[in-house]
């Protein structure tokens, strides 16, 4: 049966999480035919370093592409490689994540094989001869179901949406050589900003704590970074009327037209839960909402809800949790 080549993508000469996440469900795809995956692997020199992780959630072989230009995420030369790749290993399916990178990579890869591409899906699985993805669409109010035939597809998974599992081969690993000479592509990013914020990011935290216009003020979301802080593994975010009050960067929105998430826990602090605020976040695993309007529309996707005075309600889940993970 046809492998499954996977995209397991770094950022700064480092893998992240979502690289592990594609390996995941690529695996998870090869292991319902018995196929392999092969990974591939972006980076500057000395990537090839540091691709132990990807062995370690399932990739049987990875094939490494080292490039100075590979640091900035050259999309045209890294598409090209990733399409030639797909059609000289006779893939069934690329998968890679819906990232930033990814949602850039995906359409390009999938035109230059003329294959089809889901984009930014739930889950992945093999179903005889298909692929069957699950995709929110309409704001994530309907999750389609997409049957996807022929060989290869395209698929990118939405961060978090994959927990990474350790399913480990030995580390086999081949240099492959960039398909196109990033020297010459059209396109090139001269310089990349690193955020100041040394927090977890919003895409790979487990935990969000979420707050809205219900905090009453910018000084209050104190209250949200402290809980975040008493989990340890948390991100703060925010809603859009925040964001555009100035309460919050806009790098925090979560919804429509900011990111999207799929952590574990989701917590939403003083958050009404409009469509577009849910569009961004219904897909997480466990939604708490804390809202002194019981009638508030949050409740309807909560897993757990709290109607009461979020200024209130917080330093008493704060200590809470402080003393639970104390505890253990
Ligand atoms: P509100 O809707 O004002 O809700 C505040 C909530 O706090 C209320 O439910 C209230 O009961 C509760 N509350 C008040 N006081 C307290 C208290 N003391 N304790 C507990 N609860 C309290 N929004 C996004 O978030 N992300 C997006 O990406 C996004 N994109 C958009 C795109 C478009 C094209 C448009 C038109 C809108 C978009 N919006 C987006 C805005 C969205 O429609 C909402 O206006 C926004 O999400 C509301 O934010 P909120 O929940 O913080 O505020």
């Not at 976040?281 to 005075?309: C, W």
């Not at 979020?310 to 993970?325: D, G, K, M, S, Y």
């Amino acid at each position: 049966m046809a492998n499954i080549l996977a995209v397991a993508e770094t950022r700064g000469g480092e893998l992240r999480k979502v690289a592990l996440e594609a390996v995941t469900a690529a695996r998870a795809l090869a292991d319902a035919t018995g196929a392999q995956v092969h990974a591939l692997v972006f980076g500057p020199a000395g990537i090839g370093g540091k691709v132990e992780a990807v062995a370690q959630h399932g990739a049987d072989q990875v094939l490494v592409c080292e490039h100075a230009a590979y640091d900035k995420a050259d999309a045209e030369s890294m598409s090209a490689t990733i399409a030639a790749r797909a059609k000289d290993g006779g893939y069934r399916a690329v998968v890679m994540s819906a990232s930033a990178q990814g949602k850039d990579l995906a359409p390009r890869v999938a035109a230059k094989l003329d294959a089809p591409l889901a984009g930014d899906v739930t889950s992945v699985e093999a179903a005889g001869d298909t692929i069957r993805v699950k995709h929110p669409t309409y704001t994530g109010k309907v999750i389609t179901t997409l049957v996807l035939t022929g060989a290869p597809v395209v698929v990118s998974v939405r961060p978090s949406a994959v927990t990474p599992s350790v399913n480990a081969r030995p580390l086999a690993t081949q240099a492959v050589a960039p398909a196109s000479d990033p020297a010459a592509s059209r396109v090139k990013v001269t310089e990349v900003f690193a955020g100041t914020s040394t927090k977890l990011d919003l895409g790979e935290a487990p935990v969000i704590i979420s707050g809205g216009r219900g905090l009453k003020a910018a000084e209050n979301f104190k209250l949200v970074e402290d809980l975040a802080d008493a989990f340890g593994n948390a991100a703060v975010g925010a809603t859009r009327a925040v964001t555009d009050d100035g309460w919050r960067p806009h790098s925090d929105q979560i919804g429509q037209t900011g990111r999207l998430v799929s952590p574990d826990l989701y917590v939403a602090c003083g958050i009404s839960g409009a469509i577009q605020h849910l569009a961004g976040m219904r897909t997480s695993r466990t939604i708490v909402a804390i809202n002194k309007d019981a009638e508030a529309p949050i409740f309807k996707i909560a897993d757990y809800g709290i109607v009461g005075d979020v200024l209130e309600i917080l330093p008493v889940l704060t200590q809470a949790v402080r003393a639970a993970r104390q505890s253990h």
